[in-house]
């Protein structure tokens, strides 16, 4: 078999399990499958950019970000293989390349001869690192793993996913599926244009691998006796390397097209060959990349400026269960949106710009896309990089070992009184207490009396079960009108009943529920002693449940916020970050964002388990720290 | 130009303007109300109409066990079918071939002691009873509050309905479509509920997708408190078949739950009154708020069950239960005259009592463990 038809079989196997990994990150499959779990993000751990990358920012390698290995180490000795057999976007641009190739032979050679434009990609790569150096992780805006989880999580599967919903259910939503989409499809449209534009110009991956390969024992080697400088060997190469003369080490892709095409057989795949035909180095000049590392410092500081992520934080930044503190957060997350894909409710979106440039693509959650289910840990499973810890179902609702600890709070519930069905508009309600999940419910209510409109009425004459009432006389009258109630107005039902209250003289107040009513009497249930005088003010009062917020049991799931029937875009109970517990670790930065709502002490797990240097000491008991 | 091209293109330029024409005119809205056409609403049959049940049969059969192993549980349910099928079995109920659709209330995430949601030992014992009386299929499904993968995983009725060969059906926004709970109005416009004679549902969309296949529907129920009803138990199941925004209608939560009784004849209703939670309703999460019930209560009359179930095991009074009130007076409005099953295709009394009296309630006591 030819090397190539071998290098097409693997190509097709890689995007296949790709697209598999894909699929199954769904709650349901993962729940069926559960040690796929341990797969599905198999491709963006084998990105030695994501553990690279992670590295510089956090100073550790996370665990299956160890993997990268298994590629950085054979590209140190045969070059970028991973980019034409491994990587499952330069596949996709392989295979788009030749469905929709109009070039002929003489075209083709010259859309695949080398570019200085192709150096771009080193730039683009020092500016990631050089801004990871001080912490802010970007590598995921274009790495090409990390990119075609994303494109295909919010712009590619939902689509695919809508003439099937009958098949496997719902589509997620998300706002910004259209930009995410649309720099994919760019992308891929550029192959038109320049075969392989993102591999060979912008991947800052492939510019890693590239600088890897310097050193590569293996290449591929034109022996110049043989060759007769037909450029035949560059109709089908993939990196635009130069094979036909000296080859571009950093960009050959080891696609093997050259040494297929070549009539004279006069390329091979060879070690350790002679120095003079190689070019070692990427064609980069070092004060451009000392800018380029300048621009990527610049950026960070611009983001760090801006106090989106500290001091202006957004309470709507609301992170996943079991995700650590924000700045570590930040100096995490690859914006690969697998969490995104595997939430079963669709309550993760990808931001904006709610926590600052640098949060660009990172999960928030949005409580009328779906709520935090109570006892999912799924999004910290599939996260490849400890962004958000895997954490179980005991220690995200502070069961069983962690209870002294306490349950995990993504942030608080608040109540907007004015939209309140039973706090500003007298109509009972309190879905919100039912579905609260946790228990005691964090949302429990109490029984308030509010004056119905137009309520206060003057009593004409009394018994001692029933008031005849009269208007207040309007100026110029001696009486007030008789009262026009509709016949049973008062009388209540299941969920809210009236009650009258009359002032007496002195200002004391008696109460009594209403039984029943016509048109100007209310008949009392039981018996008014003394009997009220004539011309007392009796006020009529609704009485209903309001519900209000135990912010010491409340953990931010959201339920509440989705379920709630004041149905706009600000509903009558929202949760916002405040109180959530991964900042009430120790760090100054956390607490900056940190706001106490309960009057236990409690520290989020997540955080303590996930020190950011490991050796640190140990760790004082949380408690002592919340005084 | 050629005679022959001048037929050719003119003959071209005709098809295209007829066809142009027709089409218009195919499409043609003269009135301009096209976009306010509704889809036109579903109906449901009464699950119970085709059931050939004897008046004099007991409408409640109740049956206690002493245990809550699998085994204990499936006995339970055997034994409270069977006091209604007169013998063992369901053999009055399902027949062969039937497509039978379980409603369990798989409204939460919540493992089974939790008491949140239907026992799935339970269901398991139904989905058996079902097969065993020749049901060609049997389908769990429910639309539930939270995330519905989660909440069939976490109750374990996914688990229990695979493994007996049921299907279970997990709710999408496409397998929703408009009921019309009530008949529409004589010139076929859509019944609008009267709030004032507590009516809350005239057309409204319901998980159609399960019932579409269905003809014999059987809830079953757990029976745990509510903040809002004070009960869940048999006519507030149905609440899981509702789409849409349905938690609006919570305002006015008794005159819903009385219309969905209305809404759904059941064939046959069995309130798992295996564990019960007694407070903390409807979502529960501490194992303080649930009891042992140890029953398994099967019947034709869904209020008198609810009832029964109320006082029984839930230990309330059922007279302040505004809602089976309402279903009462519901079931008389639709069918005037006296509630015999026989005219009015359904029975329905929240005064089990009366069935006591009547001899129309049998109970059984199961042994536990084998």
């Known amino acids: ?627 | 130009m050629s005679r022959r091209e001048f037929l050719r293109r003119g003959g071209a330029t005709l098809v295209a303007a007829g066809a142009a024409t027709g089409g218009a005119l195919w499409l043609y809205d003269p009135t301009g109300k096209a976009g306010l056409r509704q889809p036109s609403p579903q109906r449901l049959p009464n699950y119970f109409a085709t059931v050939d049940y004897p008046v004099s049969a007991p409408r409640i059969s109740i049956a206690r066990g002493g245990a809550l192993d699998p085994q204990t549980v499936e006995k339970m349910v055997r034994a409270a079918v069977g006091g209604l099928n007169g013998g063992p079995g369901l053999s009055r109920f399902i027949r062969k071939g039937d497509v039978v659709l379980l409603k369990p209330n798989v409204g939460f995430e919540r493992a089974p002691q939790f008491a949140a949601t239907t026992n799935p030992d339970v269901v398991r014992a139904v989905i058996r009873l079902c097969r065993e009386a020749g049901a060609s299929r049997v389908l769990v499904a429910d639309n539930p509050i939270e995330a519905a993968p989660n909440c069939f995983a976490r109750s374990g009725i996914q688990d229990a309905a695979q493994r007996e060969g049921a299907r279970v059906l997990i709710p999408a926004n496409v397998h929703f479509t408009p009921l019309a709970i009530r008949e529409p109005n004589p010139d076929g416009t859509p019944y609008r509920p009267d709030p004032a004679r507590h009516e809350a549902l005239g057309t409204w969309p319901v998980f159609w997708e399960p019932l579409r296949e269905a003809n014999k529907v059987i809830g079953i129920p757990i029976i745990k408190d509510h903040n809002l009803c004070y009960a869940s138990m048999g006519l507030k199941n149905w609440y899981g078949l509702l789409g849409g925004r349905r938690n609006q209608f919570h305002q006015a939560i008794h005159d819903i739950i009385s219309d969905l009784g209305l809404m759904l004849s059941p064939t046959l209703t069995i309130v798992d009154g295996t564990r019960v939670m007694m407070r903390n309703g409807p979502t529960g999460g501490s194992l303080s708020d649930v009891k042992d019930g140890n029953t398994v209560v099967a019947g034709v009359d869904p209020l008198a069950c609810d009832a029964w179930c109320y006082e029984n095991l839930l230990e309330r009074d059922p007279a302040a239960l505004r809602y089976l009130d309402l279903a009462q007076a519901k079931f008389g409005e639709q069918e005037a005259g006296p509630r015999s099953y026989a005219e009015a295709g359904r029975f329905g009394t929240r005064h089990w009592t009366d069935y006591r009296n009547r001899g129309l309630i049998v109970e059984t006591v199961v042994r536990s463990g084998e």
């Open chain 1, 1 to 627: 078999m030819r090397i190539t038809t071998v290098r097409i079989l693997v190509q097709t196997v890689m995007f296949g399990l790709f697209l598999a990994f894909v699929l199954l990150t769904t709650f349901t499959h993962l729940n069926d499958w559960p040690s796929a779990k341990w797969v599905v993000s198999k491709f963006l751990e084998v990105d030695p950019l994501v553990g690279i990358a992670t590295a510089i920012t956090t100073h550790t390698v996370y665990r299956g970000l160890l993997w990268g290995l298994v590629i950085l180490i054979p590209t140190l000795f045969l070059g970028r293989i991973f980019c034409n057999w491994i990587c499952p976007f330069g596949i996709f641009h392989h295979f788009i390349g030749w469905v929709f190739n109009r070039r002929n032979t003489k075209e083709k050679i010259d859309s695949n001869r080398y570019r200085p434009l192709f150096a771009l990609k080193y730039y683009i790569l020092v500016g990631f690192l050089a801004a990871a150096v001080f912490g802010c992780l970007q590598i995921g805006l274009l790495d090409p793993i990390v990119f075609l989880y994303r494109a295909f999580t919010i712009g590619v599967l939902p689509v695919a996913n809508m003439p099937t919903q009958s098949l496997f259910g719902d589509y997620h939503m998300h706002a910004n599926a259209w930009v995410v989409g649309s720099l994919f499809l760019f992308f891929v449209s550029m192959n038109w244009v320049i075969p392989r534009f993102f591999c060979r110009a912008v991947c800052p991956l492939g510019a890693l691998l590239g600088v890897l390969s310097r050193y590569a024992f293996w290449r591929i080697d034109r022996d110049p006796d043989k060759c007769v400088n037909c450029d035949l060997c560059l109709q089908s190469c993939e990196g635009a390397s130069d094979p036909h003369k000296q080859l571009r080490m950093a960009e050959c892709f080891v696609c093997f097209n050259c040494i297929e095409d070549c009539p004279h057989e006069a390329l091979r795949f060879a070690f350790l060959p002679s120095r003079r035909q190689e070019i070692r180095s990427p064609d980069i000049g070092r004060r451009h990349a000392v800018f380029a590392a300048l621009v990527g410092a610049l950026f960070f500081g611009w983001t760090k400026a801006g106090g989106k992520s500290t001091q202006d934080f957004s309470s709507k930044v609301i992170r996943p269960p079991g995700s650590v503190e924000e700045q570590e957060f930040l100096a995490r997350c690859i914006k690969c949106a697998q969490c995104i894909r595997v939430c079963p409710t669709n309550v993760l979106q990808p931001a904006l710009f709610e926590s600052g440039a640098e949060g660009l693509w990172t999960p928030i959650l949005n409580f009328r896309m779906g709520a935090c289910q109570h006892q999912c840990t799924a999004c910290g499973h599939v996260c490849p990089t400890g962004a958000i810890q895997r954490i179980t179902v005991e220690e995200k609702l502070g069961l069983g070992a962690f209870e002294a600890v306490g349950p995990i709070r993504l942030g608080t519930a608040h109540f907007d009184l004015g939209r309140c069905l039973p706090w500003s508009k007298n109509i009972s309600c309190v879905v919100c207490e039912e579905v609260c999940p946790v228990s005691p419910k964090a949302i429990h209510c109490e029984y308030r009396q509010m004056l119905v409109r137009d309520g206060k009425k003057l009593v004409r004459a009394a018994t001692a079960t029933a008031l005849t009432l009269v208007d207040s006389p309007a100026p110029g009258q001696a009486v007030g009108a008789p009262c026009t109630f509709r016949p049973g107005e008062f009388k209540g039902d299941a969920s809210l009943s009236y009650h009258v209250q009359v002032y007496r003289a002195g200002g004391l107040v008696r109460t009594y529920p209403i039984a029943d009513n016509d048109a100007d009497t209310l008949v009392v249930d039981g018996v008014m002693d003394p009997v009220p005088p004539a011309a007392a003010v009796a006020a009529i009062h609704v009485q209903l449940k309001v519900p209000k917020i135990d912010t010491e049991h409340c953990i931010g799931c959201g339920l509440c916020e989705l379920e709630c029937p004041v149905v706009g875009d600000r509903r009558a109970v929202y949760v916002t970050a405040e109180g959530e517990t991964r900042s009430m670790s120790y760090s100054e930065r956390a607490r900056n964002r940190s706001l106490r709502l309960t009057r236990t002490a409690d520290a989020g797990r997540a955080v303590e388990e996930n020190p950011r240097r490991p050796g640190s000491g140990e760790m004082p008991d949380p408690r002592s720290l919340l005084s």
